[in-house]
């Protein structure tokens, strides 16, 4: 199908710092966060007065900011009166860029204040401020009376919120020759904590053909004790989801599939209940069959994203050789329809001379240029949705682009665009548009916001010293060609955040009826463009945000003149 190219007016043309009140997604407003994906574990909340703008970078909307001891890059749990969270020990400058170690933190959360830090020592060291996730990466879960911090490279501990140590437990993480990829994050269950790692030596499951495979398993928050192990393996690459189906079961979807040879088989999906009575069991698996134009492997199938259910439908990705969005029965995990991403799309690229959005309307990416990336003769672009970087809202499945990213055993050969876009996929209709937007934005005091389009940007990876501590140069670029592991987004109320490595976070109206620059409401940032990083998302409670970069905390408020 001919594409259609018409330029948007000028109104148009830049991101607005337009705050719009967005209603609540039920009548009680989220008063505590108390692990990463907020207080049900679906990466969604109540939240009508969460900030839709602010800079750390001019000092706007920040209520307070904590430096913290090191780098690191989990998020924020969030009780009545604390915040916990988690860094790397300090280093000699001169020590080797990877530690085992991790300091855990408690700070008072109206001040910031720093109350108490304990040391938590893993078993596998990890790379710092790796661009896939470290032994930081894990965020940590807390109630009201005791918090669960974690080094993902092998060690649970339960403290009281005095800091006196309740429990620990040690877990096995995966060999050396897989590279430290923990990006699924810890998921408070009841009475649970879930995490996906190996079995022990000792565990009643184990199967020693099968000892580098990963598994959902489950510890009683009161003592540690290891209460049950999912019946199917999930890849360690993959963030589970926890959510309701329609007959009222808690349950916890988690994958199979992906690079460097994950071992786990077979490559898929399953959904593992959280019921009474079957805990760990599988409710269903769906096994993609292989064709000529879609081989079973780890290329085709990754299961490298964040994996969103609600009562109706599961979600999941399918890369190569076409792109499509799946969308599964979540009762039955039954194929209810792939939706193709690259076929027919609204693209709105964003074009400085002509001061404004470009929209090519019902475009086939395939025939598509890529000004920012030039192809070569016979490539061509190719949608590949950024790991991890995906939510479901409003009806949509919202997911970041990777940019000029060639790994991926395309046909025909190419790269993957839209260049720096934001996708959606309406769950229903099929409908996809993308968004580009922009790297980042330099913001410099009583100066003029100079947003940066299509151009492939560096930052700086310091503790608060200045001092440079990540041990890979992958970690000092935007993450947009590299693929790295952003935070998984949260949506607060109708608003949702998506944060990159520059410290950047997007907040985007998702009610928005095109996906243009006025569904764009704000470019916020966590510190001066080039000077900061981070690989956490925001956390939220009682109107005020709570986010970090490698060197501080801060809490985000927005204030009345600032408020529409």
């Keep these: 199908m001919h594409h259609t190219l018409r330029l948007l007016v000028a109104s148009c043309s830049a991101p607005l710092l337009l705050l719009v009140g967005c209603a609540s997604m039920g009548s009680s407003e989220t008063r505590v966060w108390p692990q990463a994906a907020g207080p049900d574990a679906t990466w969604k909340a109540n939240a009508a007065a969460a900030p839709a703008s602010w800079s750390a970078a001019r000092n706007e909307n920040i209520a307070w900011r904590t430096p913290l001891p090191n780098a690191g890059q989990g998020g924020i749990a969030v009780t009545r009166d604390k915040l916990f969270i988690e860094t790397f020990a300090r280093q000699d400058p001169n020590a080797p860029r990877q530690s085992n170690e991790v300091l855990c933190h408690a700070l008072d959360r109206a001040t910031g204040k720093l109350l108490w830090s304990v040391s938590l020592k893993g078993g596998r060291a990890s790379p710092q401020l790796y661009a896939f996730s470290d032994s930081t990466s894990w965020t940590p879960i807390a109630d009201e009376s005791r918090v669960w911090f974690f080094n993902s490279g092998g060690l649970i501990a339960c403290y009281d919120h005095d800091g006196h ?244 055993g395309y046909a025909p050969p190419g790269h993957s665009g839209p260049a720096h876009a934001l996708g959606r996929v309406h769950v229903e209709t099929g409908r996809v548009e993308y968004l580009e937007l922009p790297v980042g934005v330099a913001r410099e005091p009583g100066a003029k ?53 520059l410290g950047v976070t997007y907040v985007i109206d998702t009610k928005a009826a095109a996906l243009d620059a006025r569904a764009l409401l704000s470019v916020s940032d966590l510190g001066p463009l080039g000077d900061t990083w981070s690989m956490s998302g925001p956390s939220y409670a009682d109107g005020a945000l709570y986010h970090r970069n490698a060197r501080e905390i801060m809490a985000i408020r927005e204030t009345p003149a600032t408020t529409r």
């Design 449 to 501: 916001d100079i947003f940066r389009y299509g151009e492939s940007l560096r930052t700086k990876t310091v503790d608060d010293r200045g001092i440079e501590i990540a041990d890979e140069d992958r970690s000092r670029t935007d993450g947009w060609e590299i693929d790295a592991f952003f935070p998984s987004p949260v949506v607060l109320g109708d608003k949702l955040y998506i944060t990159t490595a």
């Design 165 to 408: 140590e309740l429990w620990r437990q040690g877990f096995p993480t995966q060999p050396e020759h897989f590279p430290f990829n923990r990006q699924c994050e810890p998921i408070l269950a009841g009475d649970d904590i879930l995490i996906v790692a190996p079995l022990a030596d000792d565990a009643r499951q184990r199967d020693p053909a099968k000892a580098e495979w990963n598994y959902l398993q489950a510890f009683d928050k009161t003592t540690g004790r290891l209460r049950w192990i999912a019946e199917d393996a999930c890849t360690f690459y993959c963030t589970p989801c926890m959510g309701t189906l329609a007959d009222g079961r808690r349950a916890v979807l988690v994958g199979r599939g992906g690079p460097h040879g994950v071992p786990e088989t077979p490559i898929g999906l399953s959904m593992i209940s959280l019921a009474k009575g079957e805990e760990g069991k599988a409710i269903w698996r769906f096994s993609p069959a292989a064709s000529e134009h879609a081989p079973l492997d780890g290329t085709t199938w990754m299961a490298l994203y964040t994996l969103h259910f609600d009562e109706k439908y599961a979600y999941w990705f399918r890369n190569a050789p076409e792109e499509a969005h799946v969308v599964l029965d979540a009762s039955t995990g039954a194929l209810v329809r792939e939706q193709p991403l690259a076929r027919t799309a609204d693209v709105r690229r964003y074009s400085a001379a002509g001061h404004g959005y470009q929209l090519f309307a019902d475009a086939n990416i395939r025939k598509l240029d890529d000004p920012s990336y030039p192809l070569a003769a016979g490539e061509s672009l190719h949608v590949l949705p950024e790991w991890h970087a995906n939510i479901v809202a409003n009806g949509y499945h919202w997911f970041l682009c990777t940019t000029n990213n060639r790994r991926n």
